[in-house]
């Protein structure tokens, strides 16, 4: 393969319903910051159906070019279509680098390109750098999150990787930021859909996803049952936060999976994280270590967590957790 062919750093601009994904534009900034050690230029593929005139959030945040894929058949995400329309860009304009969100449509979608175009694809990166040769290097945790291992794709292009939302810190929009904006027509081989949409049923939720929550009140085995998760919820409310939890709770049955932070679960980053009976596991920390601010309740002096926490209080949570509360909810009342 002649890698010199291959140039510029590509990222999936992920959308649904019209609306561009965060994680794009963390993944904008990633690829700014890689495009400019590289002296290349960032690309944005935004693929669906009416939504070219959203191509320019993409240029505030970093984007040279979009390249628009507007089609019906691209209205709602299918894997084939998608896979149809990303593989043809891919396969016409070379990129060196291309990136993806490591969301349920991103972790879809990479394998089949990368399948597809015959190259590595490394998942779940928490870093991106470039070598001194301009390779990409994909860090990701390894062998359960005990070791950090950087991956390289030396002899395929493009390289791959997807990113969970999240990880990287989205940049500011700057509105007056230029780029160009080109239409691409895909040839698809309908012959190959064999899947069909025929309805969508939404969930019913009224939590807020955890990953936009401002703050988070995250509890452990130390916080034990529902009962102890209650405790939590009514702390949350008292201070508009979302409740989360560590993964044995989510084993335990107690909170569901969309509600876990750490390498398995989501990463958070909000301004204020309450550690609630959390011993402070390295696949723990890895989700949370990025908040701005950490406050940690454990009754063992000497857990883990203490060492990434900047406030931590030693003591029983279930009896820390109410006194807490009544205070908090006294200072709100006042302020009414
Ligand atoms: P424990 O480790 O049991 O800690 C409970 C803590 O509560 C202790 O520190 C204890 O001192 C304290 N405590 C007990 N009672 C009280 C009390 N009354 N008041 C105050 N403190 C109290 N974990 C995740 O969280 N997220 C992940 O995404 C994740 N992914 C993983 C992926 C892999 C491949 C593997 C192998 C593991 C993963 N884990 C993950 C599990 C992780 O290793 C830990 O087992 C888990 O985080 C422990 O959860 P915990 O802190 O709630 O429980």
Same mark, same amino acid.
């Given at each position: ?88 860009? &891919? ?6 680098? %291309?990136?993806? /969100?490591?969301?349920?449509? @991103?972790?879809?979608? #990479?394998? +089949? ?94 939590? &807020? ?6 703050? %988070?009140?995250? /509890?452990?085995?130390?916080? @034990?049952?529902?009962? #102890?998760? +209650? ?106």
């Amino acid at each position: 393969m002649d890698k010199t062919q291959y140039k510029d750093v590509y990222v999936f601009a992920e959308q649904r319903e019209g609306v561009i994904q965060n994680v794009a534009f963390e993944l904008l900034g990633k690829a700014r910051e890689l495009a400019d050690r590289l002296n290349q230029k960032v690309v944005a593929i935004l693929a669906g159906s009416g939504i070219k005139e959203k191509a320019k959030e993409l240029i505030a945040y970093g984007a040279d070019f979009v390249l628009c894929v507007d089609a019906p058949e691209l209205k709602q995400y299918i894997t084939e279509p998608y896979a149809q329309a990303v593989t043809q860009i &891919i396969r016409e304009r070379k990129p060196s680098i %291309l990136l993806i /969100g490591a969301t349920t449509i @991103g972790r879809d979608l #990479g394998p +089949r390109l990368s399948a597809r175009l015959e190259t590595g694809l490394t998942a779940d990166c928490t870093g991106l750098d470039i070598s001194e040769e301009g390779d990409l290097l994909m860090t990701r945790p390894a062998f359960g999150g005990n070791l950090m291992a950087t991956i390289i794709c030396k002899e395929h292009r493009p390289q791959m990787s997807t990113v969970r939302p999240g990880v990287m810190r989205m940049g500011t929009a700057n509105e007056k930021r230029e780029g160009t904006v080109e239409d691409i027509t895909v040839h698809f081989d309908t012959s190959k859909f064999k899947v069909r949409i025929l309805e969508v049923v939404k969930e019913q939720r009224n939590l &807020i996803d955890i990953t936009e929550a401002k703050v %988070l009140v995250s /509890g452990g085995r130390g916080v @034990g049952n529902t009962e #102890g998760f +209650r405790m939590l919820e009514d702390m949350a409310g008292a201070i508009g936060a979302e409740v989360s939890s560590s993964r044995a709770m989510v084993d335990a049955g107690i909170m569901t999976h969309d509600r876990q932070v750490g390498q398995t679960g989501k990463t958070v980053r909000p301004n204020l994280y309450f550690a609630m009976g959390i011993s402070g596991a390295i696949q723990h920390l890895a989700g949370m270590e990025e908040s701005d601010y950490i406050i940690a309740i454990n009754k063992d002096k000497y857990a883990p967590i203490f060492q990434v926490a900047d406030l931590g209080i030693v003591g029983d949570v279930r009896k820390i957790v109410p006194l807490l509360t009544e205070k908090l909810k006294n200072e709100r009342n006042k302020v009414k």
